[in-house]
């Protein structure tokens, strides 16, 4: 799995890392393909804030799905695995990934936009686009203009 990291900076006082992140086991099996075009954001996501496989994340998808007869992209099904790894989901926002990120510099995020899912740890955004790194362009786009529709968090453990 190889990893790049950047910084991106929407101007000179917003420093917005991003770190690419695909933990797909097809491309680490040396399979000639480059990347994974999987389609696979909420199991990369959940792998990132958990630290579980993507083999481990993959099945325990499904296994809710089938439980549900949901897909296992969808946000019931997601939410339940979160949850069961000590995530909560929270509704309602209404700012863009960008100010989110930034107001939220600790801590384990999974953030939902419309159409796509990521882990947002300590500050950093991991994420890739059909196994591919984003380029800057895409991730301004996503983080400016993308509305936060749900996100995840892992509440502190009380001492």
């Given at each position: 799995?190889?990893?790049?990291?950047?910084?991106?900076?929407?101007?000179?006082?917003?420093?917005?890392?991003?770190?690419?992140?695909?933990?797909?086991?097809?491309?680490?099996?040396?399979?000639?393909?480059?990347?994974?075009?999987?389609?696979?954001?909420?199991?990369?996501?959940?792998?990132?804030?958990?630290?579980?496989?993507w083999d481990i994340v993959y099945a325990k998808l499904f296994e809710?799905?089938?439980?549900?007869?949901?897909?296992?992209?969808?946000?019931?099904?997601?939410?339940?695995?979160?949850?069961?790894?000590?995530?909560?989901?929270?509704?309602?926002?209404?700012?863009?990934?960008?100010?989110?990120?930034?107001?939220?510099?600790?801590?384990?995020?999974?953030?939902?936009?419309?159409?796509?899912?990521?882990?947002?740890?300590?500050?950093?955004?991991?994420?890739?686009?059909?196994?591919?790194?984003?380029?800057?362009?895409?991730?301004?786009?996503?983080?400016?203009?993308?509305?936060?529709?749900?996100?995840?968090?892992?509440?502190?453990?009380?001492?």
């Amino acid at each position: 799995m190889s990893k790049t990291k950047k910084i991106i900076y929407l101007h000179k006082l917003l420093p917005i890392k991003y770190e690419y992140f695909d933990c797909n086991p097809y491309i680490e099996n040396g399979n000639n393909k480059k990347y994974s075009d999987s389609d696979d954001c909420s199991v990369r996501a959940l792998c990132k804030i958990t630290g579980l496989s993507w083999d481990i994340v993959y099945a325990k998808l499904f296994e809710i799905a089938e439980k549900y007869k949901a897909m296992p992209d969808s946000i019931k099904v997601i939410t339940k695995v979160a949850e069961e790894y000590g995530f909560k989901k929270v509704d309602d926002i209404s700012c863009c990934a960008a100010a989110f990120m930034l107001s939220n510099q600790f801590g384990k995020y999974m953030i939902e936009l419309e159409d796509h899912i990521f882990a947002y740890v300590n500050g950093t955004m991991y994420d890739s686009v059909d196994g591919r790194p984003l380029k800057k362009k895409e991730i301004e786009y996503v983080i400016l203009q993308d509305i936060v529709a749900y996100y995840y968090y892992q509440p502190k453990i009380p001492i």
